[in-house]
């Protein structure tokens, strides 16, 4: 099985302060994704990368950044977070390889911050 | 831009009755998904659709596409308090996907 892995799962930070979220898949997809979830709005893209160390503008990419190193882990970075930031962050992956009809995206297990 | 309207957003149900939930999308994509997430934990994949006509069935849970339409749908039947959980559609490619805003399912006894 695919597996995603967030190394936090509950984050309470103090505004202004440089926020790493970590996310690691053992599939060896070449996609990598970070989506904020919050109420009434789904999941919106923050930023996604198809390579290492290439990365692209989701929907809402201000306020972070991100890096890709290595093809299994994708990092999501707050430089200074701030309240609006307070959300569930979800990493996700997925390949292209493979019958086109079976590719499908997996999710982590999510990380809430909490920014005060 | 793609934009993606799930509706209801709420939906409480009986147990034993059937309901639908449907999803929207504006432009032309790739392929069509349906992931469900229980409270606290992550998405789970359920269907993927990828042609006009293409019809999914696992278990109380069907899911339909009409592309022309831009619609999919999400039929449940004879419904079981374990279904209870948020649903999301998803519309686009291996690259990006966009979320629908999530319907929120609860059936009671």
């Known amino acids: 099985d695919v597996k995603v892995t967030q190394s936090s799962r509950y984050l309470v930070k103090r505004t202004g302060e440089k926020v790493f979220l970590e996310c690691v898949q053992d599939m060896d997809h070449e996609n990598m994704f970070w989506y904020r979830q919050d109420p009434g709005l789904g999941l919106r893209l923050i930023y996604f990368?198809?390579?290492?160390?290439?990365?692209e503008k989701g929907d809402i990419p201000e306020g972070y950044s991100v890096s890709r190193e290595k093809k299994e882990r994708f990092s999501l970075i707050l430089e200074s977070a701030s309240t609006n930031q307070t959300s569930m962050y979800l990493c996700?992956?997925?390949?292209?390889?493979?019958?086109?009809?079976?590719?499908?995206?997996?999710f982590g297990e999510g990380s809430w911050l909490t920014v005060v | 831009e793609l934009k993606v309207e799930q509706n209801p957003l709420f939906l409480s149900m009986q147990e034993g009755k059937n309901y639908t939930i449907y999803c929207n999308y504006s432009?032309?994509?790739?392929?069509l998904y349906w992931y469900r997430q229980d409270p606290g934990k992550s998405l789970e994949s359920l269907f993927v659709?990828?042609?006009?006509?293409a019809v999914k069935q696992e278990g109380r849970l069907m899911a339909s596409l009409d592309t022309k339409a831009r619609l999919s749908t999400l039929h449940i039947t004879a419904a079981v308090h374990d279904l209870s959980a948020t649903y999301f559609c998803a519309v686009g490619g291996a690259q990006k996907l966009v979320f629908g805003q999530g319907t929120r399912l609860t059936i009671n006894p």
């Open positions: 432009t032309t994509s790739d392929r």
């Open positions: 996700a992956s997925s390949t292209f390889r493979g019958s086109f009809s079976g590719n499908t995206i997996y």
């Open positions: 659709l990828l042609s006009n006509g």
């Open positions: 990368s198809y390579d290492v160390k290439m990365k």
